[in-house]
C-alpha cells in the first residue's frame, strides 16, 4: 500500500476539499486525485462521495480513516527512528503532571549533560495512570504519588508538606492568626477528589464543626495552582508545585492554627523483578539537591 497516497487521503479528509490538501502537500489537485483514486483502486472501495466540489466520506471511507493515521504515523515513527539509529538508548520516563512541570525541568539538563547520549521520553498523567504505564511496560520507570501495588516495587524519594497557598493581594497576608473557620469562608480551590490528601484536609474542617467552601475541584494540583495565580480562590497545596511561585512572590504560604500537618509522597516506582534503572540514583540525588 503506498504511503504517498494514505497520506494524500489523510489530508483530504482532515481538511475537506482535494484543493486545500493539494496545497498543504505542494503537490496539484490532480497529483492528489490520482493518489486517491489509486487508494481506491488498492483497497478496491469508493471512499468518499463527490457531489460537485463537495466531498464526504463514505462508510468505509470512515472505518477506514483511523487506521490510515495510524499507518501513517506508524510509518514516520518508523522513520524517525531510523534517522536515529546513533542514540543507543531511550529513556521512557512516566511522571505525574506537577513533577514534570515544577522539578524535572530544573534537573534535566544536568542529567543530559552526565548521559549525554541518552534520549529522553516524558509521559505525563495521573498517578494511576503512571502506574499502569509501568505495569504495561510503557515507561521504564515512574515518579508518581504513593501507590502500591503487586507488580511494581517503590523507591521514597521525598515527603512534601502540603500548604494554604494565597495570592499576594490576599487579606490573610495581614492577619496575625489564620484558623480553620476563617479559611471556611473563603472559596477553595479542591484538587484530587476522593484521594487521601483531599479526605486529610477536609476532615480538617469537619473536625472543627466547619465546612469548607469548595468553589472549584479539579482534577490537578497544576490547574489548582493557576486558579489561584488567577484569583479564583485559595487553595492547599504540596511545595514542589509553587516553588517558583513562592520565589517570584506571585503566591505566599499561609500558616494556620492549629497548623496543617499533612503531606504527600513522592516515589519511584518500576515493574517487580526488574533490575532497578540506573538513572534513579541520579535523578534522586538532584530531586534532593532541590529540596
Not at 187 to 211: A, K, Q, T
Request: proline residues 5%; charged residues 25%; hydrophobic residues 40%.
Amino acid at each position: 500500500m503506498n504511503i504517498e497516497n494514505i497520506e494524500a487521503f489523510i489530508y483530504v479528509c482532515q481538511l475537506g476539499s482535494f484543493n486545500k490538501a493539494a496545497e498543504a502537500l505542494y503537490l496539484t489537485q490532480p497529483s492528489v486525485t490520482a493518489r486517491i483514486q489509486s487508494l481506491e483502486r488498492e483497497v478496491n472501495l469508493k471512499l468518499f462521495h463527490r457531489n460537485g466540489n463537495k466531498i464526504s466520506l463514505t462508510e468505509k471511507g470512515e472505518y477506514f480513516f483511523p487506521h490510515a493515521q495510524k499507518i501513517l504515523q506508524s510509518y514516520q515513527e518508523a522513520k524517525y527512528g531510523l534517522q536515529q539509529v546513533t542514540v543507543p538508548y531511550e529513556l521512557v520516563l512516566g511522571s505525574v503532571l506537577s513533577i514534570s512541570n515544577n522539578v524535572l525541568p530544573d534537573i534535566l539538563p544536568a542529567f543530559k549533560s552526565k548521559f549525554k547520549d541518552v534520549r529522553i521520553k516524558i509521559l505525563t498523567g495521573h498517578s494511576k495512570d503512571i502506574l499502569h504505564k509501568v505495569i504495561n511496560k510503557e515507561v521504564d520507570f515512574g515518579i508518581i504519588r504513593t501507590e502500591t501495588h503487586p507488580q511494581v516495587e517503590s523507591i521514597r524519594l521525598y515527603n512534601d508538606p502540603i500548604s494554604l497557598f494565597v495570592p499576594s493581594n490576599h487579606s490573610f497576608l495581614k492577619e496575625e492568626r489564620v484558623t480553620v473557620e476563617d479559611v471556611s469562608k473563603q472559596p477553595l480551590i479542591f484538587f484530587d477528589y476522593g484521594s487521601i490528601d483531599w479526605l486529610i484536609i477536609h476532615r480538617l474542617f469537619l473536625s472543627n464543626g466547619v465546612n469548607p467552601n469548595i468553589y472549584v475541584e479539579v482534577d490537578h494540583m497544576e490547574t489548582a495552582k493557576n486558579l489561584v495565580l488567577q484569583g479564583l480562590g485559595i487553595s492547599f497545596l504540596p511545595e514542589h508545585c509553587v516553588r517558583k511561585e513562592l520565589e517570584n512572590e506571585e503566591l505566599f504560604r499561609v500558616e494556620m492554627t492549629p497548623p496543617v500537618k499533612t503531606n504527600i509522597s513522592i516515589d519511584f516506582i518500576y515493574l517487580k523483578g526488574k533490575p532497578k534503572s540506573v538513572f534513579m540514583d541520579f535523578l534522586k540525588n538532584k530531586m534532593f539537591e532541590k529540596q
